[in-house]
C-alpha cells in the first residue's frame, strides 16, 4: 500500500504486514493477513516499552538458510517469441549468485530482487511459482510508475550522485530533494520487507541485505523481528561527512542501517566516513575489539566490516576457453597485429571517467610522436544505467574527444581510440582483455570496479606464443605479464599495490603513467602481474562471502540470549538489547522496598543523573532542591550528592539543603551536612604536579578550538565536548599520552572521561568515597539495609562496584541509560530519575507526617489526662 504524503511516513513504517508463516513455504503467498493475536502482539510493540516475544517457531526446519535481498535477482529474463512464456535462466556474471560459492555447501541460499522485465499482474502469481520452485528465487514486482520513481528517481538523482560526492548545487544538477521521491523509496523497501516476511524462519535464517537501493530496509524488519540476523553490505562509496550530512534524510538511513547486526564497506575509507557520520550526527563513538570494529547501540554491538569484493576465478577461466572466445580472441589479434592496445571497459556514466581518458590519450600521442601508429586504446562504454541531462553531455565529450584524436592523429588503417558503446558480451570480453597490455580505469570515484581484477585473471590465463618462445629461448619459466593504471578514487586500488595509481583529474600526469606502462621492462611487467594474480585469485568472491558470513554468525551469536523490546515510530524504531540480568528498575518495586527498610543509603551523582547533560543552566532547580529536603528530613536516610565538581560550587547549589551530604571532585572533598566542616579523604596536600599539567593542558587548549581547562582544587580537567569530535578524540588520545609520560612518578592518575581528560591524586574515586559513607554509617551502628546509587557515566561505575559488596543490603544500582554498566538496573533519562526520587521522597514524606502525627495524638492525650 504506497503512502499518499510523507504525513503518512508512520503509518507507511508500521504498515500492514503479511502473515507469520510456520515452517518453510512451498511457494510466495500472495494473499496478505494477520492473525488477530500476532496483531495485538504488534501493537504491543509498537510503544516505548515491553519485551520481545518471539513467536513459537518451533516447526520451522532446522536447516541454516541465507536469504540474500538485492535490487535485482541474478536471472535473465525474455520472453519465449514462439510459445510467448517467460524462459529464465541465471545471470552468470551476477555477484548474487557467484557468493554462493563462499557459503557452505549445505547451507539453502534464497534470493530475493526484482526481475529486468516487467511482468503482467495476472502472470506474476505464476512466475513467482516458477521461480521459487526452480530457482530459490521470489520476485518482488514493482508497478512500473512505482519502479522509475524508486531507481531512476530517489536512487539515482539523490543517492548515487550524493554517495559519488556530486551536491545538488542547483537544479541542473542532480535537482533539489523530492520527498514524493522519498516515499517512493520507502514504499519499495517495505514491498521488499514484506517479501523477506513471507519466507522468513527468523530464528534460524540470516538475512544479508546489499546496496544502497534497500538501506531502509533493516527497520522494516528489525521492527517485526527484534533478534533477526542481519548483515547490510554497501557496494558503492560512503561519502564523507561533511557531503553526507547535506542529504534531508541523513539520519533517518543512518539510523536504518544500524538495525542491522552487521555492516560491510569495501575500503577502510567508507567505513571510516560512515562512523564519523555516526560520531556526528548520532553521538555514536565506536571501538575496535581484537581486531573487530563496532558500534554500541542501544545495547547492540553492531559490527562495522571492512572486505573488498572478488571476483569467480573459474568463471574467467571458463570464460577464456569458450570456443566463441578463442575465435573472437584470433579475430582480434589479427585486426590488432603489431599494436599496443590499450583497454577501458566502463558504463557510460558521469563518474568513469571517459572523457579523461580521451584527452590523456591525445596527450600521450602529443608529448610521445613515437607510439602514433603503435597505441591503440580500445574503449568499451556499456549502456548508461541512468538519464538525464549529465548523462546526455558526458557522451557528447567522448564522442567529441574521440573524434578529434582519431582525426588529428589517426589515418586510414589507424584509430587511435576505438569506442565501443554496446554491450560487450561476457565471452567477447575476456577476448578484448587477452590482447591488451595494459588495462586503464579513470573512475573518478567508484564504490568497488572489479574490471581490474577480471583483467588479471584474462592475463594470465591466455597462451601467448610469441612470450613462451621467447622466454624458452633464454631460459626462463613461462611468465605472464600484465599493466594497470587505475584511479586513486576507486575501491580497488589500495589492494592493487602494483598498479600505476593516478589522479584522473591530472591528464598531463594521466599521460604519462599510460607512457610508463608501456614502456615499462618485460620483467617489471611479469613481476607486478605475479602480485596481483596472487592477491585476486586467493580474494574471490568466494573468500569475501565467507568472511563476511563468519562474521554475521559472530556478531549475532548471543541474540538468543539477550532481553529486546523495541522502542520509537516509524524509522525512529529500534531495538534495545539487555543482558538478562539488566533490567529497568521499577518505580514500584524500589518504592516497596524502600518503605519497609529501616536504615537506606542514598548516593546520588548529579551532572546527567539529577540534571540533563545538554542543559546549560546546571543549577539545581526547586523541585530537586524540594525532593533532596524531603528525602533527607526522613531520619532513616543518609542522602549524599557524589559528583565531580568543585566543593565551592556545591555547596552554594544546595545552599537550601542543611542535611544534604555532599562529596566534592569525585570525593577528595566530602561533608556530612551543611554545618559540618569539608574533610579531605587522602592525606596528600601538595600540589606540585600542577605546575606541570596546566602547562600542557593550555598547550592543547590552545591547539583545539573549542575547548577549554577546568582548574579544580584537587584536579585539572581538560574538556573538548565543544570541539570537533574527532579532532577532540584525537588530541585526547594524544594528551593522555603526554601526562602519563611526563607524570610517571607524580602521585596522581590520568583518567579519560566523557569528553575529559583530568588528572587527579591517586587513591580519590567516587568508589572510595562511598565505602567511606558506608562504613561509617556502620561503625555508628546503623549499617544500612537500603541502598540506592544513580549515576551516568564512567566515574560512577567505580559507585556501582563498591556498593555490589555490600551483600547485607537492598541494593539499587542504576545506571542513566540504556549501556552496559556494571549496574543491574537502568532507567532512561534524567525525568525518569527525577519521577523515581519523587516516589521515595512521597514515602518519606507520609511517614514522617505519620510520625509527627502519632506524636501530636500522644500529647494531646497527655494533655488530657494531667487535667
Not at 418 to 445: D, G
Not at 519 to 526: G, I, N, T
Request: proline share 5%; net charge negative.
Amino acid at each position: 500500500m504506497l503512502s499518499k504524503s510523507y504525513s503518512n511516513l508512520l503509518e507507511l513504517a508500521a504498515g500492514d504486514l503479511p502473515p507469520f508463516v510456520r515452517g518453510r513455504m512451498p511457494r510466495v503467498m500472495t494473499v496478505a493477513g494477520f492473525p488477530a493475536e500476532l496483531q495485538q502482539h504488534e501493537d504491543d510493540n509498537n510503544g516505548n516499552s515491553g519485551s520481545s516475544l518471539i513467536p513459537d517457531w518451533n516447526s520451522c526446519t532446522a536447516q541454516d538458510r541465507t536469504i540474500i535481498v538485492a535490487n535485482m535477482l541474478p536471472l535473465n529474463a525474455e520472453r519465449n517469441p514462439s510459445s510467448l512464456c517467460w524462459d529464465f535462466s541465471w545471470d552468470e556474471e551476477s555477484l548474487l549468485l557467484r557468493l554462493k560459492d563462499g557459503l557452505p555447501e549445505d547451507m539453502e541460499v534464497l534470493y530475493i530482487g526484482c526481475l529486468n522485465v516487467e511482468v503482467e499482474a495476472q502472470e506474476q502469481d505464476e512466475v513467482a511459482a516458477s521461480l521459487l520452485d526452480r530457482f530459490n528465487c521470489v520476485p518482488a514486482f514493482l508497478p512500473s510508475h512505482l519502479r522509475s520513481r524508486f531507481y531512476h528517481g530517489f536512487c539515482k538523482q539523490h543517492l548515487w550522485p550524493l554517495f559519488h560526492y556530486m551536491l545538488p548545487l542547483s537544479p541542473d544538477n542532480g535537482g533539489r530533494f523530492d520527498r514524493s521521491l522519498w516515499q517512493a523509496y520507502l514504499s519499495v523497501n517495505k514491498i521488499f520487507a514484506d517479501k523477506v516476511m513471507e519466507v522468513i524462519c527468523p530464528d534460524d535464517d540470516y538475512v544479508w541485505i546489499h546496496d544502497y537501493h534497500l538501506m531502509v530496509l533493516p527497520t522494516f524488519l528489525r521492527k517485526r523481528f527484534n533478534r533477526i540476523k542481519m548483515g547490510f553490505f554497501l557496494h558503492s562509496p560512503f561519502p564523507s561527512s561533511e557531503i553526507y550530512r547535506t542529504l534531508p534524510v541523513r539520519d533517518e538511513i543512518l539510523k536504518a542501517l544500524l538495525n542491522s547486526d552487521l555492516i560491510g564497506f569495501h575500503t577502510f575509507d567508507y567505513a571510516r566516513h560512515f562512523l564519523s557520520c555516526c560520531s556526528r550526527m548520532l553521538g555514536l563513538e565506536y571501538e575496535s575489539k581484537r581486531g573487530y570494529i563496532g558500534l554500541d547501540y542501544y545495547g547492540r554491538r553492531v559490527g562495522v566490516k571492512i572486505m573488498p569484493v572478488g571476483i569467480h576465478k573459474g568463471q574467467i577461466e571458463a570464460g577464456l576457453q569458450m570456443e566463441s572466445a578463442v575465435s573472437r580472441l584470433a579475430e582480434l589479434r589479427a585486426q590488432h597485429e603489431g599494436k599496443i592496445v590499450l583497454l577501458g571497459v566502463d558504463d557510460m556514466d558521469i563518474f568513469k571517467g571517459i572523457g579523461l581518458k580521451f584527452l590523456a590519450m591525445e596527450e600521450l600521442l602529443r608529448l610521445h610522436p613515437e607510439l602514433r601508429g603503435k597505441a591503440v586504446l580500445i574503449q568499451i562504454a556499456n549502456p548508461a544505467r541512468g538519464r538525464g541531462k549529465d548523462v546526455v553531455e558526458i557522451q557528447q565529450e567522448a564522442y567529441a574527444v574521440a573524434r578529434r584524436v582519431n582525426d588529428t592523429f589517426g589515418w586510414e588503417g589507424y584509430q587511435p581510440i576505438v569506442l565501443l558503446e554496446r554491450h560487450v558480451p561476457f565471452h567477447e570480453r575476456t577476448a578484448y582483455y587477452a590482447i591488451s597490455e595494459c588495462c586503464v580505469v579513470t573512475a573518478v570515484r567508484d564504490g568497488m570496479n572489479l574490471i581490474p581484477y577480471e583483467y588479471i585473471l584474462c592475463r594470465e590465463g591466455i597462451r601467448d606464443e610469441q612470450q613462451q618462445q621467447q622466454q624458452q629461448a633464454s631460459g626462463q619459466r613461462s611468465l605472464k605479464r600484465s599493466m594497470l593504471v587505475v584511479s586513486e578514487f576507486i575501491g580497488c586500488s589500495p589492494s592493487l599495490s602494483g598498479a600505476i595509481r593516478v589522479n584522473p583529474w591530472n591528464i598531463e600526469a594521466l599521460a604519462e603513467a599510460l607512457n610508463a606502462a608501456i614502456s615499462m621492462p618485460e620483467a617489471e611487467k611479469c613481476a607486478r602481474h605475479e602480485k596481483h594474480y596472487k592477491y585476486v585469485s586467493s580474494h574471490d568472491v568466494g573468500y569475501w562471502a565467507q568472511s563476511f558470513v563468519t562474521d554475521l554468525e559472530r556478531t549475532c551469536q548471543d541474540h538468543a540470549r539477550r532481553l529486546c523490546y523495541g522502542i520509537g515510530f516509524g524509522l525512529g524504531f529500534r531495538v534495545v538489547a539487555l543482558d538478562p540480568n539488566f533490567r529497568k528498575l521499577s518505580a514500584e518495586h524500589i518504592a516497596s522496598v524502600y518503605r519497609r527498610c529501616g536504615s537506606r543509603a542514598i548516593l546520588l551523582d548529579y551532572d546527567g543523573t539529577m540534571v540533563p547533560q545538554s542543559s546549560v543552566n546546571r543549577t539545581p532547580s526547586e523541585e530537586v532542591v524540594a525532593i533532596l529536603n524531603t528525602l533527607c528530613n526522613d531520619p532513616r536516610n543518609v542522602v549524599f550528592v557524589v559528583s565531580g565538581r568543585e566543593r565551592k560550587t556545591l555547596s552554594d547549589w544546595f545552599e537550601p539543603c542543611d542535611k544534604l551530604g555532599l562529596a566534592a571532585e569525585h570525593g577528595f572533598y566530602y561533608r556530612w551536612c551543611r554545618d559540618k566542616e569539608w574533610i579531605m579523604s587522602v592525606s596528600a596536600t601538595e600540589f606540585e604536579w600542577k605546575q606541570i599539567v596546566l602547562p600542557i593542558m593550555r598547550q592543547y587548549k590552545e591547539s583545539t578550538d573549542g575547548s577549554f581547562i577546568e582548574a579544580k582544587e584537587s584536579a585539572a580537567v581538560w574538556h573538548h565536548e565543544d570541539a570537533d569530535p574527532d579532532f577532540g578524540s584525537w588530541q585526547a588520545k594524544e594528551l593522555v599520552d603526554h601526562l602519563e609520560n611526563v607524570l610517571a612518578n607524580e602521585p596522581v592518575a590520568v583518567k579519560t572521561g566523557q569528553h575529559i581528560v583530568e588528572v587527579k591524586p591517586q587513591g580519590v574515586s567516587k568508589g572510595i568515597i562511598v565505602e567511606r559513607i558506608l562504613q561509617t554509617m556502620a561503625s555508628q551502628g546503623t549499617p544500612p539495609d537500603f541502598i540506592l546509587c544513580v549515576g551516568d557515566d564512567r566515574s560512577d561505575e567505580d559507585m556501582f562496584e563498591s556498593i555490589a559488596l555490600q551483600h547485607s543490603a537492598e541494593l539499587f544500582a542504576c545506571t542513566v541509560g540504556q549501556k552496559p554498566s556494571k549496574a543491574k538496573y537502568f532507567v532512561d533519562d534524567t525525568p525518569e530519575v527525577i519521577r523515581m526520587l519523587q516516589g521515595l521522597a512521597k514515602v518519606s514524606g507520609s511517614g514522617v507526617n505519620s510520625i509527627a502525627g502519632l506524636a501530636t495524638s500522644f500529647s494531646q492525650v497527655a494533655l488530657s489526662s494531667s487535667i
